[in-house]
């Protein structure tokens, strides 16, 4: 059983930055792919960003077009650990903040697609 806890989360103004990380308890980039997702009240979880081993020491990141150019996912695999770096943050940004990992290599973008989600973490831009 995989367990991600994330961190980095709280309120920042418009323009702002937040580096939210995701601590996994073992490392699943052998696998699917790292991901992270958003919930605003009232609204479906959505497709952040994701980034999956592409082979040899190789990974691609994925992103929403609503953060590319914004936001950049990046892993340290000494510290199990995925990062987002949120710039440019704008009050539609604001959401909770959830990770998850998938065990299929195929996991695209769909929620249902990923198996171990974190308890997310509350990401507020103010205007």
Same mark, same amino acid.
């Given at each position: 059983?995989?367990?991600?806890?994330?961190?980095?989360?709280?309120?920042?103004?418009?323009?702002?930055?937040?580096?939210?990380?995701?601590?996994?308890?073992?490392?699943?980039?052998?696998?699917?792919?790292?991901?992270?997702?958003?919930?605003?009240?009232?609204?479906?979880?959505?497709?952040?960003?994701?980034?999956? &081993?592409?082979?040899?020491?190789?990974?691609?990141?994925? /992103?929403?077009?609503?953060?590319?150019?914004?936001?950049?996912?990046?892993?340290?695999?000494?510290?199990?650990?995925?990062?987002?770096?949120?710039?440019?943050?704008?009050?539609?940004?604001?959401?909770? /903040?959830?990770?998850?990992?998938?065990?299929?290599?195929?996991?695209?973008?769909?929620?249902?697609?990923?198996? /171990? &989600?974190?308890?997310?973490?509350?990401?507020?831009?103010?205007?």
């Amino acid at each position: 059983q995989v367990q991600l806890v994330e961190s980095g989360g709280g309120l920042v103004q418009f323009g702002g930055s937040l580096r939210l990380s995701c601590a996994a308890s073992e490392w699943t980039f052998g696998s699917g792919p790292m991901g992270w997702f958003r919930q605003a009240p009232g609204k479906e979880r959505e497709f952040v960003a994701a980034i999956r &081993w592409t082979g040899g020491s190789t990974y691609y990141a994925d /992103y929403a077009d609503s953060v590319k150019g914004r936001f950049t996912i990046s892993r340290d695999n000494a510290k199990n650990t995925v990062y987002l770096q949120m710039n440019s943050l704008k009050p539609e940004d604001t959401a909770v /903040y959830y990770c998850a990992t998938a065990l299929s290599r195929t996991t695209g973008r769909r929620a249902t697609g990923y198996d /171990y &989600w974190g308890q997310g973490t509350q990401v507020t831009v103010s205007s």
